[in-house]
């Protein structure tokens, strides 16, 4: 998605395009296999995102992904496992009337396009309330600790059942919605950033958020 010019010193050719920057780094690959013992030094002249705009140097680059699949979301009810995909909101969390109460919420996001390791300066999900609500409401939030995460599937406790990460964050004290509003969540970047860090992780993965709470 972004565009470089760069000098490659010493330069013995069979260099591929550059796929990425973070900061002042670029990831390149070469077709021939040259000697590790070699220290190469790459200098970006100037690099472009992709509507062709200038970049300068560690400027941060923006990625937004929405929910957009029928398996992108589902509602799993606490006390017995059950899986609902079909509602036309989600309810975070508790729901008695349609779902026998509290409530674990996935949300999966695809084609993320963050490269492996890539620091993550900050990160939200922006919900759209479809109804008023108040009351006390304490919201966690997870990242599915996966390199990939899966769609979600009719199976009891789809989403209890995915190892969840080891960072967390708490949205506690969640102000009443009014319907048609627009609220974000608390900054999860620490969560984004145990993803990317995984080993397994690759630009374009998708990535799974789930909440816990009460409320």
Not at 31 to 37: K, T
Not at 90 to 118: C, K, W, Y
Not at 134 to 141: E, R
Not at 152 to 173: C, E, G, H, L, Q
Request: glycine share 10%.
């Amino acid at each position: 998605p972004i565009t470089f010019a760069y000098n490659i010193t010493p330069d013995p050719g069979g260099w591929l395009a550059p796929v990425w920057s973070v900061g002042n780094v670029v990831t390149l690959s070469h077709s021939i296999n040259y000697a590790q013992s070699t220290q190469y030094t790459v200098t970006v002249i100037s690099a472009e995102d992709v509507d062709g705009n200038p970049l300068a140097a560690g400027t941060p680059v923006s990625v937004s992904v929405r929910v957009n699949q029928d398996n992108d979301d589902a509602e799993e009810t606490v006390s017995n496992g059950d899986m609902s995909r079909g509602s036309s909101d989600l309810e975070l969390t508790e729901d008695f009337a349609n779902h026998g109460g509290e409530q674990e919420i996935g949300m999966r996001f695809s084609n993320i396009n963050v490269p492996p390791g890539a620091t993550i300066t900050s990160a939200y999900v922006e919900f759209v309330a479809d109804e008023s609500q108040s009351g006390q409401t304490d919201l966690v939030f997870w990242g599915e600790n996966v390199d990939s995460a899966g769609g979600f599937n009719w199976p009891d406790y789809d989403i209890s059942n995915r190892p969840k990460t080891t960072a967390s964050v708490n949205w506690n004290n969640v102000p009443a919605w009014t319907t048609g509003e627009t609220h974000q969540s608390p900054d999860i970047s620490s969560v984004i950033q145990e993803i990317v860090n995984r080993g397994g992780w690759a630009s374009g993965n998708d990535m799974a958020i789930i909440v816990t709470g009460t409320g």
